[in-house]
């Protein structure tokens, strides 16, 4: 326990200790702030070009109330510097639902019906974001209409598009699909080259042999993953923290007069806060997702290295580990976009996916919580099975140096392994 | 005390060492020799519980050698095997914690070690930055720096300067003197025959020669003697009991096959004029070496 200890922590110092540790933190550091603060940064340039002037409304009113239309005019536009909400009124007997949403002229259309002290009011909208502000209005406008008497809370419906494609939630998946997945593989593939180039370092310079002399082969593997594992959450914890950073940068732009910002969306944190409000159990989640899928990588990585015998070996090595990758990566981040939910929720269920695909699907409400853990035992199964089967292997393979072709290296060190495990 | 019982050795078919038993006392030094692949490499691992004999076993005090004391044990491997991006006080540290040694300890033995090695101004050079000499001595100093009971010498002169060799065999002579028991492996046959008592020859796994050196000499009946003088080499030639004789520029090199040719040869040099020398010497383990596994080749 001593030694493995000491392993860890002289593998971790090796990592963290090292001036190229803090440079690498210093650019990730200055990356996370552009990045999150993009939006903020993209209207400093002037962005907003497609930004909507005015919003036309039609409204049916059979309450028998004459000033009804004006009325909700004067409040919709409360406040603001110009006139955005134009309302027109129309006869009730004219409603036409389906020539309304193929007109191109009206945005939405309201049809008030029933009495003023118990109205049904429905929304046909083309903007269906804009719906809860829009009632709040019409039922502040309404209660004073009913002042004196007992207040009825009118009823409101309202009709979507036959065609309607919630646009949040394609961008709720794209904005965690790349939030989630790219520090995901930036932390993946730096681990996995970390425990890759120290395995082969010490292999290539045969002071394996003086290593494994001292210290049995199981505990050099597994120092070798834990170190690389709570270099992973270390690293993880700092991009957290360069994100708080981010994100109070973000509030220094909202406050600045001279940009005016809205509150809340001034940075992708700001506005994936107000998308994803259950984000504590999903962080939790991520966390072990990738705990537990950059330790599944960990493991191959080290496998790979032990079969190879230099440097150039393991390039060729990593390959297949890259393309696993490389892999759940795309799944991720194109699978959102595709639309494909199906897809995404049976490759979150493969172990060697499932780090990438998971936390992205769960975001995006592709995944239940009950069916994340589910792909989140399943993966910790097969990540058991994987070190009970590697590591007879890695104890062969670290001390092999035979340079046979890759697949057939592969089968010796199999063979050897579980020929030596039998005996 | 090592004990090797029986170690026999498969990688697949293929018997790397076969049927090998020698012991081991304290403040031995015993040699593995033998040509490449002969199972030298493969014994040191068996030794250090690299690998598991196929058959037999190795006894380490009685206990099979494992982790719980290799502590006690130094190995030096034959190639070189030192982490060339760290320096030489980080390597020291890396590898003496990794035998439980405290860091205090291993720094107080290094400033020793490296004075001695006259190399106490490569305390902060990087391994690499070093020549192949000092690297050895670097590794040398890696294998001893925990101060063994065991010591598993893999090739250690080599691409060592007959100085350095010197101061080597000096250190490995001390470590005898504490009772430190020694294995090694070495070309450079010589070096066995100066200071190693006891010795294994291996050949494709086999052992071809095994006992103490002057035992294994004496054993070996062929004798080599050495005339200054005026003699007929093509007399010589004809001798029975003679195979070869070389002419040397200051003497004349009779190889012969036992004591009964030595008598017939002594016979014919006392009816020659201006003798001046007339030495029997024992035949040299490089021939002695070269003999066996000659036989043992045209055996295969």
Redesign the interface.
């Known amino acids: 326990m001593?030694?493995f200890k000491?392993?860890v922590k002289?593998g971790l110092l090796k990592r963290v200790g090292r001036k190229a540790f803090f440079i690498t933190n210093i650019v990730i550091a200055i990356l996370s702030i552009l990045i999150i603060n993009l939006p903020s940064i993209i209207r400093l340039f002037g962005g907003n070009d497609d930004q909507m002037t005015d919003l036309t409304i039609e409204v049916a009113n059979d309450l028998g109330l004459a000033t009804l239309v004006d009325d909700l005019e004067l409040k919709f536009n409360e406040g603001l510097p110009a006139k955005f909400f134009l309302l027109t009124e129309i006869q009730p007997s004219s409603v036409n639902v389906a020539a309304f949403w193929e007109n191109t002229d009206v945005d939405v259309l309201f049809t008030f019906t029933g009495t003023i002290d118990d109205p049904i009011i429905t929304i046909y909208s083309k903007y269906p974001e804009m719906n809860a502000g829009l009632t709040n209005q019409i039922e502040l406008q309404l209660i004073s209409y009913q002042l004196g008497g007992a207040y009825e809370r009118p009823v409101f419906n309202t009709v979507l598009a036959p065609d309607y494609e919630d646009p949040e939630a394609g961008a709720i998946l794209g904005s965690i699909s790349s939030l989630l997945i790219l520090p995901l593989f930036i932390l993946v593939t730096m681990a996995t080259q970390f425990v890759g180039v120290d395995i082969i370092?010490?292999k290539s310079?045969?002071?394996?042999?003086?290593?494994?002399?001292?210290?049995?082969a199981n505990i050099h593997f597994l120092s070798k993953i834990v170190s690389s594992i709570f270099f992973v959450i270390i690293q993880g914890c700092l991009i957290l923290f360069y994100g708080v950073l981010a994100s109070l940068v973000a509030r220094l732009f909202a406050s600045s007069p001279a940009l005016n910002l809205p509150v809340g969306q001034e940075s992708l944190l700001g506005y994936l806060g107000e998308l994803l409000p259950n984000w504590p159990i999903l962080l939790f989640l991520t966390m072990l997702f990738i705990i537990v899928g950059t330790l599944f990588y960990l493991v191959v990585a080290a496998i790979f290295a032990s079969m190879a015998v230099t440097q150039e070996d393991y390039q060729q090595f990593q390959s297949p580990l890259m393309l696993m990758l490389l892999g759940g990566f795309y799944i991720g981040i194109f699978a959102p976009m595709a639309n494909g939910d199906g897809f995404m929720r049976v490759m979150a269920f493969v172990p060697i996916f499932a780090p990438m695909v998971a936390p992205v699907a769960l975001a995006g409400g592709i995944l239940t919580y009950f069916q994340a853990v589910v792909a989140l035992v399943v993966m910790i199964l097969f990540l058991v099975i994987t070190v009970y089967f590697l590591t007879p292997v890695y104890k062969v393979a670290i001390?092999n140096y035979d340079q046979t072709k890759f697949f057939k290296r592969i089968k010796d060190n199999f063979k050897k392994a579980f020929q030596?495990t039998k005996? | 005390m090592l004990e090797v019982k029986n170690a026999r050795m498969l990688y697949g078919d293929l018997v790397a060492v076969d049927h090998l038993s020698f012991t081991i006392k304290p403040g031995d030094i015993f040699g593995l020799l033998g040509t490449n692949g002969a199972g030298k490499t493969t014994t040191f691992r068996m030794i250090m519980g690299l690998l598991e004999p196929t058959e037999g076993e190795v006894l380490y005090n009685g206990q099979h050698v494992g982790y719980h004391n290799v502590n006690e044990i130094g190995y030096m491997i034959e190639e070189r095997s030192l982490l060339t991006k760290i320096t030489v006080k980080e390597l020291m540290l890396y590898f003496g914690q990794l035998k439980d040694m405290e860091p205090k300890v291993i720094l107080e033995r290094l400033d020793y070690w490296l004075d001695r090695f006259s190399i106490a101004d490569y305390k902060n050079k990087k391994i690499k930055e070093l020549s192949k000499g000092n690297q050895q001595k670097i590794q040398f100093i890696s294998a001893i720096i925990n101060n063994p009971k065991l010591l598993v010498l893999d090739e250690p002169f080599s691409g060592l300067d007959p100085i350095n060799t010197e101061l080597f065999v000096e250190v490995i002579r001390d470590f005898q003197k504490q009772g430190a028991m020694v294995v090694f492996s070495s070309h450079q046959l010589d070096h066995v025959e100066s200071f190693c008592e006891e010795l294994i020859v291996l050949e494709k796994g086999k052992v071809i020669i095994e006992g103490r050196i002057d035992q294994v000499k004496k054993d070996f009946k062929k004798q080599n003697i050495k005339i200054k003088g005026d003699v007929d080499v093509q007399v010589l030639k004809t001798i029975p009991g003679v195979f070869q004789v070389v002419e040397n520029v200051d003497q004349i090199i009779v190889k012969i096959e036992n004591d009964d040719a030595a008598s017939r040869v002594f016979d014919y040099v006392k009816t020659c004029k201006n003798i001046t020398k007339y030495d029997v010497e024992q035949a040299s383990l490089s021939e002695i070496f070269i003999a066996k596994v000659g036989q043992a080749h045209e055996k295969v």
């Open positions: 001593k030694k000491f392993l002289y370092e010490e310079t045969k002071a394996i042999e003086t290593i494994i002399a001292s210290v049995p001390l030596k005996k």
